[in-house]
């Protein structure tokens, strides 16, 4: 039997590219593998920038907590509702967490991101599809709940637990 579509690679429109895939993390980690970025819900609206030129600066992340945002005042109602709905969808998660992201940009300018849930999973367990549709769910939740302005962030990790 033929593969679907005359054996081609079907590419989500909700993939990353694989540059991003294996960089977005870099830094985070110490000096261990970052984790892959498997989704990010920004990731029509920011782009990330691939580096130029013979000399260009590789940007390097590093992980922080979230503290005094309104996504606080309503963690202890709306993880466990995130978690929900990671679950339903059969969704083999390692962790969800909020999370704050630091990048090092040139001269290690320091630059920080909004308020991200990040989801940990199962490496080749979950698609860029079922990762944005989940996070369409979990957007809205935050919203329902006075949260905006959060992005949702999905990452093929193992040995990655909790913050």
């Known amino acids: 039997m033929d593969p679907p579509y005359g054996g081609a690679t079907v590419v989500s429109a909700h993939a990353v590219s694989e540059y991003e895939r294996t960089t977005y993390y870099r830094g985070i980690s110490g000096d261990g593998e970052p984790p892959d970025l498997l989704y990010r819900s920004d990731l029509f609206i920011n782009p990330f920038p691939k580096p130029k030129g013979r000399h260009a600066h590789l ?46 940009g040139e001269d290690n300018a320091e630059t920080l ?10 490496p080749g367990s979950t698609s860029p599809d079922t990762a944005h549709e989940v996070s369409q769910d979990i957007l809205a939740l935050l919203v329902k709940n006075g949260v905006e302005g959060v992005m949702v962030e999905w990452c093929e990790a193992q040995g990655i637990e909790r913050l």
């Open 59 to 104: 940007p390097s992340k590093s992980v922080r907590g979230v503290f005094n945002t309104p996504l606080n005042k309503v963690w202890e109602t709306v993880g466990p509702q995130i978690r929900d709905l990671v679950k339903g969808r059969k969704v083999r998660y390692s962790f969800i967490n909020p999370a704050r992201f630091v990048t090092y």
């Open 113 to 122: 991101g909004p308020v991200v849930i990040w989801v940990g999973v199962h």
